[in-house]
């Protein structure tokens, strides 16, 4: 996809070898992957104008090419139910940005302002990410999210590019496969609709070699029939020079 | 020839079956390697050329030595190397100059010692190139072939046993590690288990895993390939998954491998790189790719000597019958924990058995024909069960030790599996009688195993290889099915 290149590029022109989260987004919607609703602003007034756009409740996110770890900068608020909330989450947004900035001892780049997101409803979290591995090359990692993957680490893996039998194989093998045919009176999850995630996750990386980590956590997944979305979506590329570590 | 993938096959063929074979460095020192690999050409079984590479010889144990491969007045297929590793340039010359293709290098002291012996390493490669001489090593024990007997492992045999070759089915094995390869070589000579080739690839400068994948998977003297390594070198786990897609499909390829520790990347910037360990990431693969991955050497040795003798499964049901009722149960027990299926016989198939065998007996899962059987009721079981299509895999007890079971039972085992088709295992347990009873019932081509737990790991590969070959056709119980 031509769109992601120039994202790509772009990135890696401003010297950072993550993407930004509404590029992120426009490139998995090129994919055909559900996200909720998006958009950004830099003001706090034009992010009262999208929020209602949006509809809410929304979601505000800091957008900089110098924060990698956005809720470690203190530039996420959730649940934003009308104009003066989003007013003042723009505010609190920029003063922690400026504040972790000078912490760290650094000019944040501000300019981007936020971005806005649909607070989308609760579905079955899962996590779909990729990594690049030296013997293997790209591997997809699909698992539940929450306790599933941080406690029970209840993942299985898949090279890419892999096909659709795979990515059912991957969806059943996973010992909390059961939750998504639906347990305690739930109704069945969208199943399909989450291996449509999977296999075009697989399309975009094999399309894009450079991605060399990419993490789709979490990924709502509604009842059967009403789709999946990428809450929050994180991809880290090759850079042109030594990747600098980066912690938690 | 040159396959798509970057596997290159070509000249692989002289390591096997040279007729002319050199040994540059052969030594009348006793206990030398230079000695030992000669020892192996020497032995009434090769009936090819052997000659000795030396300037300190004129002969060696008997052989002609000639200063060079020059003066050698006949073809040469192959040379093998056990010369110091700063020699092996000028040696590689002598080796192209004679036009041949083929070189193993035993020797150490290349690129495992650093850049000074990589600095070697790559100018051997560089000669060879120039050449066309394809190279086995360095720094490994190099081929043993049971067919054609060529063998330069510098281990003498009354140390280190060879195996034999099988009329039945046999094994080919490729081990990143030299001592392994030995080791394995040595285990299977006692094992009795029908080997065709044993590969120790060393640095791999050149011929690597993928290349003898490629080779030995259209290599119609091997039924089953076996694979030993401790990891990939970078970007190599992806073209050896490239490789084994094409294999497997046709032929069943085993894996061990070592090193299963989770090392989380320390450099990881997302929450999959941090999870994901290498070992996951291989075992993904070789699933993905058909490759069935064994715990241990024991395990994988068990799976390919059945994989070699039987058919696959074409579903995961499976019956045991069995003469001794203990031995049925753990059997069981060890099928259901590797996730096989393991149903009862439909009533009409209970009351088909009820009307053949004395009602002492018990129908269940495992059949058992109790200690006072002869072979006949075997035989109505095996006929009432395959005519019933109930199962797709059996796993026969046969314990000896009973005074009314006769020889006459391994007859109606293979008979009953030929006629099927469909894969059978048999757990012969004890001593000396029922292991050579065992071994009858092997040069019959049904795979027998001395406990019930080493019989169902076999008939879980069988059953995993089933799902490999057939695919969609596969018949897999449902977790539902099962309960």
Same mark, same amino acid.
């Given at each position: 996809?031509?769109?992601? #290149?120039?994202?790509?590029?772009?990135?890696?022109?401003?010297?950072?070898?993550?993407?930004?989260?509404?590029?992120?987004?426009?490139?998995?919607? &090129?994919? &055909?992957?559900?996200?909720?609703?998006?958009?950004?602003?830099?003001?706090?007034?034009?992010?009262?104008?999208?929020?209602?756009?949006?509809?809410?409740?929304?979601?505000?996110?800091?957008?900089?090419?110098?924060?990698?770890?956005?809720?470690?900068?203190?530039?996420? #608020?959730?649940?934003?139910?009308?104009?003066?909330?989003?007013?003042?989450? *723009?505010?609190?947004?920029?003063?922690?940005?400026?504040?972790?900035?000078?912490?760290? &001892?650094?000019?944040?780049?501000?300019?981007?302002?936020?971005?806005?997101?649909?607070?989308?409803? /609760?579905?079955?979290?899962?996590?779909?990410?990729?990594?690049?591995?030296?013997?293997?090359?790209?591997?997809?990692?699909?698992?539940?999210?929450?306790? *599933?993957?941080?406690?029970?680490?209840?993942?299985?893996?898949?090279?890419?590019?892999?096909?659709?039998?795979?990515?059912?194989?991957?969806?059943?093998?996973?010992?909390?496969?059961?939750?998504?045919?639906?347990?305690?009176? /739930?109704?069945?999850?969208?199943?399909?609709?989450?291996?449509?995630?999977?296999?075009?996750?697989?399309?975009?990386?094999?399309?894009?070699?450079?991605?060399?980590?990419?993490?789709?956590?979490?990924? *709502?997944?509604?009842?059967?029939?009403?789709?999946?979305?990428?809450?929050?979506?994180?991809?880290?590329?090759?850079?042109?020079?030594?990747?600098?570590?980066?912690?938690? | 020839?040159?396959?798509?993938?970057?596997?290159?096959?070509?000249?692989?063929?002289?390591?096997?079956?040279?007729?002319?074979?050199?040994?540059?460095?052969?030594?009348?020192? +006793?206990?030398?390697?230079?000695?030992?690999?000669?020892?192996?050409?020497?032995? +009434?079984?090769?009936?090819? =050329?052997?000659?000795?590479?030396?300037?300190?010889?004129?002969?060696?144990?008997?052989?002609?030595?000639?200063?060079? !491969?020059?003066?050698?007045?006949?073809?040469?297929?192959?040379?093998?190397?056990?010369?110091?590793?700063?020699?092996?340039?000028?040696?590689?010359?002598?080796?192209?100059?004679?036009?041949?293709?083929?070189?193993?290098?035993?020797?150490?002291?290349?690129?495992?010692?650093?850049?000074?012996?990589?600095?070697?390493?790559?100018?051997?490669?560089?000669?060879?190139?120039?050449?066309?001489?394809?190279?086995?090593?360095?720094?490994?024990?190099?081929?043993?072939?049971?067919?054609?007997?060529?063998?330069?492992?510098?281990?003498?045999?009354?140390?280190?046993?060879?195996?034999?070759?099988?009329?039945?089915?046999?094994?080919?094995?490729?081990?990143?590690?030299?001592?392994?390869?030995?080791?394995?070589?040595?285990?299977?000579?006692?094992?009795?288990?029908?080997?065709?080739?044993?590969?120790?690839?060393?640095?791999?400068?050149?011929?690597?895993?993928?290349?003898?994948?490629?080779?030995?998977?259209?290599?119609?003297?091997?039924?089953?390939?076996?694979?030993?390594?401790?990891?990939?070198?970078?970007?190599?786990?992806?073209?050896?998954?490239?490789?084994?897609?094409?294999?497997?499909?046709?032929?069943?390829?085993?894996?061990?491998?070592?090193?299963?520790?989770?090392?989380?990347?320390?450099?990881?910037?997302?929450?999959?790189?941090?999870?994901?360990?290498?070992?996951?990431?291989?075992?993904?693969?070789?699933?993905?790719?058909?490759?069935? =991955?064994?715990?241990?050497?024991?395990?994988?040795?068990?799976?390919?000597?059945?994989?070699?003798?039987?058919?696959?499964?074409?579903?995961?049901?499976?019956?045991?019958?069995?003469?001794?009722?203990?031995?049925?149960?753990?059997?069981?027990?060890?099928?259901?924990?590797?996730?096989?299926?393991?149903?009862?016989?439909?009533?009409?198939?209970?009351?088909?058995?009820?009307?053949? !065998?004395?009602?002492?007996?018990?129908?269940?899962?495992?059949?058992?024909?109790?200690?006072?059987?002869?072979?006949? =009721?075997?035989?109505?079981?095996?006929?009432?069960?395959?005519?019933?299509?109930?199962?797709?895999?059996?796993?026969?007890?046969? !314990?000896?030790?009973?005074?009314?079971?006769?020889?006459?039972?391994?007859?109606?085992?293979?008979?009953?599996?030929?006629?099927?088709?469909?894969?059978?295992?048999?757990?012969?347990?004890?001593?000396?009688?029922?292991?050579?009873?065992?071994?009858?019932?092997? !040069?019959?081509?049904?795979?027998?195993?001395?406990?019930?737990?080493?019989?169902?790991?076999?008939?879980?590969?069988?059953?995993?290889?089933?799902?490999?070959?057939?695919?969609?056709?596969?018949?897999?119980?449902?977790?539902?099915?099962?309960?």
């Amino acid at each position: 996809m031509k769109a992601a #290149k120039k994202i790509f590029e772009t990135a890696l022109a401003e010297g950072r070898t993550f993407i930004l989260e509404n590029e992120a987004k426009d490139i998995m919607k &090129g994919y &055909g992957i559900g996200v909720p609703a998006y958009d950004t602003a830099k003001s706090a007034d034009e992010a009262v104008t999208k929020a209602r756009k949006i509809g809410y409740p929304v979601v505000l996110k800091i957008l900089s090419k110098d924060i990698l770890h956005k809720s470690d900068a203190g530039g996420v #608020k959730v649940n934003l139910k009308d104009d003066s909330e989003v007013r003042k989450a *723009f505010q609190e947004i920029m003063e922690s940005a400026r504040k972790y900035g000078s912490e760290k &001892g650094i000019q944040v780049d501000l300019s981007r302002g936020v971005l806005i997101s649909d607070f989308a409803d /609760q579905g079955t979290e899962v996590i779909i990410g990729v990594t690049r591995d030296p013997q293997f090359g790209h591997a997809l990692m699909f698992g539940l999210g929450g306790i *599933f993957v941080e406690v029970l680490k209840d993942v299985t893996f898949r090279l890419i590019p892999m096909t659709e039998s795979d990515a059912r194989e991957m969806v059943g093998e996973i010992k909390a496969a059961k939750i998504l045919d639906g347990v305690r009176g /739930q109704p069945p999850r969208d199943v399909d609709a989450l291996v449509n995630v999977i296999m075009s996750i697989s399309k975009m990386v094999k399309e894009n070699p450079e991605i060399i980590e990419l993490d789709c956590n979490p990924t *709502f997944v509604y009842d059967k029939g009403k789709g999946a979305l990428v809450v929050d979506a994180r991809i880290l590329i090759e850079g042109t020079k030594p990747k600098e570590s980066s912690a938690h | 020839m040159t396959v798509s993938l970057g596997v290159e096959t070509e000249g692989i063929d002289f390591f096997f079956n040279a007729k002319g074979v050199a040994v540059y460095g052969a030594s009348a020192t +006793p206990n030398s390697v230079g000695q030992a690999i000669l020892q192996n050409f020497i032995k +009434p079984q090769y009936t090819g =050329r052997v000659y000795a590479v030396n300037p300190k010889y004129t002969t060696v144990l008997g052989v002609p030595c000639y200063p060079s !491969l020059k003066e050698i007045p006949n073809p040469v297929d192959m040379v093998i190397v056990a010369v110091p590793a700063r020699l092996t340039p000028r040696v590689f010359e002598d080796i192209g100059s004679k036009g041949v293709k083929a070189a193993i290098v035993i020797s150490g002291g290349f690129s495992e010692t650093g850049p000074a012996g990589a600095a070697i390493e790559d100018e051997m490669v560089a000669t060879a190139k120039k050449y066309g001489i394809r190279i086995i090593g360095p720094n490994c024990v190099g081929v043993i072939d049971t067919q054609t007997h060529v063998d330069s492992f510098f281990l003498p045999e009354y140390r280190c046993g060879r195996p034999k070759s099988s009329a039945v089915a046999n094994i080919s094995l490729v081990s990143q590690s030299g001592a392994f390869a030995a080791a394995i070589s040595d285990w299977t000579s006692q094992l009795g288990i029908g080997i065709s080739k044993i590969i120790s690839l060393g640095n791999k400068c050149d011929v690597d895993d993928d290349d003898l994948l490629y080779y030995l998977g259209d290599d119609p003297s091997t039924q089953v390939i076996c694979y030993y390594t401790e990891g990939y070198d970078r970007e190599k786990g992806r073209t050896f998954f490239d490789t084994a897609r094409t294999v497997t499909a046709r032929k069943p390829v085993l894996v061990v491998k070592s090193g299963k520790g989770r090392r989380a990347r320390a450099a990881a910037s997302s929450h999959t790189g941090a999870i994901a360990g290498s070992d996951q990431i291989a075992d993904a693969a070789y699933r993905q790719a058909g490759v069935i =991955r064994a715990d241990n050497f024991e395990h994988m040795f068990d799976m390919a000597k059945a994989l070699a003798m039987q058919p696959p499964a074409k579903g995961d049901r499976v019956l045991m019958v069995t003469n001794g009722g203990g031995l049925g149960v753990m059997t069981i027990d060890a099928l259901e924990a590797l996730g096989l299926s393991v149903p009862k016989p439909s009533p009409e198939l209970e009351n088909r058995f009820k009307s053949r !065998l004395p009602a002492y007996c018990a129908w269940h899962n495992p059949v058992d024909v109790v200690g006072d059987t002869d072979a006949s =009721r075997y035989d109505a079981v095996f006929d009432e069960a395959l005519k019933s299509d109930e199962y797709d895999a059996f796993v026969v007890g046969m !314990l000896l030790q009973t005074p009314s079971l006769g020889m006459d039972v391994t007859n109606v085992i293979s008979n009953y599996q030929r006629q099927s088709g469909k894969p059978f295992v048999v757990v012969s347990m004890g001593g000396a009688f029922t292991t050579k009873a065992g071994e009858i019932m092997e !040069l019959m081509g049904t795979p027998t195993y001395a406990t019930g737990e080493k019989a169902a790991v076999a008939a879980g590969a069988l059953v995993e290889y089933g799902k490999i070959r057939y695919g969609k056709e596969f018949k897999q119980t449902s977790e539902t099915e099962k309960r």
